[in-house]
Structure formats: structure tokens, C-alpha cells
């Protein structure tokens, strides 16, 4: 089973994105789950999604707290290192939104060499493609790249699927790019 | 093996429960929107604002007339749903003794919330255990794909001639309501076959009708009185009738689960309780709702410990299934009660009512286990250390009250 937790604001779409890598997951003929952690539901706070996937059906209903993935999709949580960083298992991944090298970042926030760090400029990627500063489904490209848990194709079928014409599109596209020019260090 | 076609979707629990009351031939819904319901309320008005179901939405302005207009549309031979959480349930207090006492097969869903004050959203059952003495069938859901199962199966519980009453299915606010998974879902025909369509009983009432048999209904044509004045002439007999009524529903809830069974595939142990390596087990952990999902996790991780341990979950709670659950635990060294509710001043709700069923049964020692108030999380480590006090408590069996995964 993976397990897989998101940091985002509210607002920015974490829920959305964990439930479409969940539902392209069972499309891929897996067990998922995707889950929010609603504390104060304001827009911008700080909030977390969690995702699990698994070969076998899930009974787990409980909170994640050693995750293999982490993702963070806005760079300004960057400065919560303790929060980014809690239980991270290793050989885990950290997925992050950052015009930062992985290998800077990794000097500045003290990550342990046991977890690979995942660099990528989605919020470059989604404002060209998207318009705006979505980069929840950007973010799932890179994710993928860094384990590849779910097939490209279901992912983009789920977000055509959520977002249908031009806007699954644009995400589309973001997701495509977001694959290519992630790099791990 | 199944015997129909089903599709895998990705649904939490909500959307679960509204795909299911699409597929119900519901006449009428009548709800106000509550979190961590809200998105049942929603997805049900999409559905009737994009045609994809024919079914009346009253909107109103509160909980108690959510529920009030459901009594008026089942009173006049309506299927009915509602659905609420928390504060909404306690608003409707008054409303649920008087639709389980005119015998009302109104369905509810309940996404579990802790009541106020102070105030929170997430997940414990105080809200529906302060429904517990009201007179309704209450079913319990381990997560999205049993709340949609268990609406379906409500209905026919509710409306079977020998029940008559009003089924609540409950469901963990939050860890059942907004978690995405998979859900098998029958398709449309299979399900309107299953549950059919609402039919009223028929009787006489000579005193105003003469001999012709009326429909058991509002209709202004052969009027009837539903809750008259009923004094001490009358309304102990009335009682007498519900409480027999409760006892006889066991065997319809029995039988429609199995015949849910058969078409889906899917049981929840025997429709009543559902025991996990609970046979050879000398320790069990008995309780109710999503976090006995948790406890399987643990259960094998410590099988594979060595520890002879299992579990039993209460599915359903009202009518008490103390012929499933008595059996599976009277033989036990020890049995641990997870309570995610707490009657102040005395013990959980569900220690109570095992406490009370094993009383004179030469039993194991109970220890009640109150967590996960206001959503406080249960993870499998902390589920591990209360198998451990389970484990000791031949050495250990005093408190009987333990409250866990709380600070100082």
C-alpha cells in the first residue's frame, strides 16, 4: 500500500487533486482512497489531503502519519520544514512545487538522503497552460514520475472525466508537462 | 459471485448514499444541509434539477421541518428520505419519537458529528446515540460502500408490513462521508427490482369507514387520524406494540440482508454483527463503525505476533442483536468496548448495552474504551496499546471506564 499525503492552501485544490489520483486509480483496477483533513475551512490556511493505494481492498479509516509521498503544491509552505517533513518513511519521495533545485532545497530544509526530492515549477507550468495558479494537476504529473503508481493515460482520463473540454485540456497539457520537467536530486 | 452487473465508481460516503437514493424510487426528500451531510442534500437536488430522478425536494428552513414534512409525505403513503448530522439530529428529537410511534418507514442517513458545544464537525456518535431510545431501526456503516448497501436495504427493512418503523443508517462524519474509495454499484434496474415501490397497507376502521378497507394513509377521501390524543387508556398498549415490533424486525433485517447478499455479493457477518477472527480469539475489541476497519489491520498484525486476539463489529444496534453478539463473546477472557459516544456520569453507550445483554451470562471481563470524541483520530498504534490493556486485564481489570488517546 502507498500512502501518500498532500500540503496545500485552501482553495488550491489538494482535495481535487487526491481525489482524481484516487479515482484514476481504481480506474486502473486498483483500491484507493482519497481523503481531506478539514480543520478551519478557510481559504488559504494551510490544510492537508491524503491519499491511499493499494492492490487489495482498504479497511484503514484512519489518519496518515508515515507517509511514502509527500506533495506540496505551493512553494510558501516550504517554510513549515517540520510539518513538510513529518514521518516521511524512507526511501519515501518529496514532491514540491519550487523553482529551487532539489539539491538546494535538500541543503536548506535538511532532508535526509533516504528521501529522493522531486523538484518542479508548477505554478510556472499551470499559469502558461491553465491561466491560473492551479497546480494540483500539474503536480500529478510530476508525481507519477516519481512513482509511477497509476498509468499516465488514467490519469488524464480521470481528469477529462472531472474537468470536461477545454479546461481537462489545459490540465492535460499542465499534467504533460509537469511529467517532462520535474527533476530529482 | 454476484448475480447482477455492478460498476466500480470512486464515491465517498455521501455521494454513496445519494447514488443510492436515486436508485430507491424515493417519492420525496425532505433535508437541511449540515456538515458533513451537505453534499447528500446537494448531490440529491442535482439530481432532481438535471431530471436524472423524479422525486419531490422540499426545501425548508430547519431540521425539525425537514423531518415534519417527511412525516406528512410517509403519512401519505410517500417513500421518504432525510438526512442530517449533529445538532440538525438533536433539532429533530422531538420529530423522531413521533414518526417511529405512527409506524413511518421514513429512511435517514446520518453522517456522524460530535454535538455541540463546543463546536465541531468531525466524527463521534453521541449524535445518534441521543437517538437511540427514539423508537428507530439504527444500522451502523464501516465505510461508503456498506452506507450505500444499507440504503438500499433500509427501505425495504423500513416498509416491510411486519417493521413499519424508520431506519437511521449511520456513517462516520468525514472518515466515511468525504473519503473517496471504491464503490460497487448495482445497476438501476437491479436496485429499483430490489426495493420495488412503497406500498401502503390496507385496513378497516368500522367505527368510520363501515366495512370498506382504506388504504393505512392521508387521503382526503377516507380520512384517517394519524397521533391522536392517546392517554393512559390507550397508549401503553401503543408501547407494548413498538417494543414487540423491534424485537420481530430481527428476523426481516435478517432476511433482507441476505437477500441483498445474494444479488450483490456482499454480507456483513450475519446482517447483525460482523466478527473478525473472532472464533479461536481469547480477546476481542467489540464496537461500532469505521474504526473497525482499523482494527482488522491490527488484529492480523498482532496474529502474527502470536496474540490470539479478534474482533466483533455491532452492525446493527437497534433492535440490540444480543442473540449474535452474546455467543461470540460470552467464552472470552476479555472483551474491550470501543465506544466512540460517553453517557456522562456512567459508561459509553454501546458498554452499556453489552454490559446489560451479558449480565448473569458468566462472561469475560468488560472494560469499556471511550475514544475519537470530536474526531480525535484512532490509529492502529493506538488500537494496538488498548488490545494490550485487553491482553492484562485479568492482572489489570480496574478501571472499568477508560478513556484513550486524550492528553494528561
Redesign the interface.
Known sequence: MLEIRWHGRGGQGVWSGSAVLALAAIKAGKYAQSFPQFGPERGGAPLEGYNRISDRPITLHCSIYEPHMVIVIDPTLLKYPTRILAGIKDGGHLVVNTEEEPQDLRKRLGIKHSVKVWAVDATTIALEEIDRPATNTAMLGALIRAVPVVPMERILEAVRERWPGEVGEKNVRAIRRAYEEVVMG | MTAVKQV???L?GDEAVAYAVKQCNVDVVSAYPITPQTIIVEKISKFVNDGEVDLEFIKVESEHSALSACVGASAAGARTFTATAANGLQLMHEILYITSSLRLPVVMAIANRAPSGPIN??CDHNDSMGARDSGWIQIYS??AQEAYDNVIQAFRIAEHPDVLLPVMVMM?G???T?????VSVLDDYAVSEFVGYRRVDMIKVPAIHGDKEVYRMLNPRYPLTFGPLDLFDYYMEHKMQQIETMKNAKKIIKEVHDEYAKLSGRFYGDGFVEPYKADDADFLLVGLG??M??V??VVDDLREEGFKVGSVRVRVFRPFPEESLVPLLRDKTAVGVLDRGISFGSYGQLYLDIAAHLYGRMGPILIDFVYGLGGR????SLIKSVFREIIEAEKNPEPVLRVRGVRG
Open positions: 466500480i465508481m470512486g465517498n464537525i468531525h464501516e465505510d462516520d468525514f472518515l466515511i468525504h473519503t473517496l474509495q471504491n469505521s474504526t476497519g482499523t482488522k489491520e483520530d484512532m490509529p492502529p
